[in-house]
């Protein structure tokens, strides 16, 4: 009963929406987090691949006023609702890596790759909640919010970011770059 029908036609819904074009002026976006726990996964019972889960975790840090939830599983950060999580932990780049229980994103890629050219130390490997909230900077990035600095999660606060706005600026040249605008 899993199976195609012969005469299966396939769907393609695409949605578009303007976003603002990026100059090696555009202020990198400032704004705080929620922490959720990523349920994603845990309901193996229901039947479905949707990531409802996810939904709702940034809807509800849209109603708290965040930018982001930050999911955890197990204690340890794994990914943001719609985005991928950075912590400048012990003056390393951290990040969990791309084992299968999050998405490895495009933009997420290019970040770390840009962040090694710099000479920075990255680790991708999970870090504690313990951790993220002894972090001196924590940031997301995805396609469409590029990276974007994390003011505050629950009770820390994260006020310098240097790194992330380094990374910013290299991000936007290196978009620019690849794009053939000035």
């Given amino acids: 009963h899993h199976t195609f029908p012969r ?12 976003t603002p074009p990026l100059t090696l002026k555009t202020a990198m976006t400032r704004g705080q987090a929620i922490l959720e726990p990523d349920q994603r996964w845990a309901n193996n019972a229901i039947k479905s691949i949707m990531l409802l889960p996810s939904v709702l975790a940034r ?15 197990d204690g340890r950060v794994t990914e943001g609702a719609a985005t991928s999580v950075f912590a400048v932990i012990d003056e390393q780049l951290r990040t969990h890596p791309a084992d299968g229980s999050i998405l490895a994103g495009v933009t997420r890629q290019i970040v770390l790759d840009l962040a090694r050219s710099q000479g920075l130390t990255v680790r991708e490997e999970a870090f504690t909640l313990t951790d993220l909230a002894q972090a001196t900077e924590l940031f997301i990035t995805g396609t469409t919010s590029h990276l974007s ?11 310098d970011h240097p790194v992330t706005q380094r990374l910013h600026q290299a991000f936007i040249a290196h978009v620019l770059a690849q794009t053939g605008r000035p």
């Fill in 7 to 18: 005469d299966t036609r396939p769907t393609v819904l695409a949605t578009a929406s303007p």
């Fill in 59 to 73: 809807q509800k840090a849209a109603e708290a006023g965040a930018i982001e939830a930050i999911l955890h599983r």
């Fill in 149 to 159: 600095a994390i003011t505050q999660c629950q009770q820390t606060t994260y006020t």
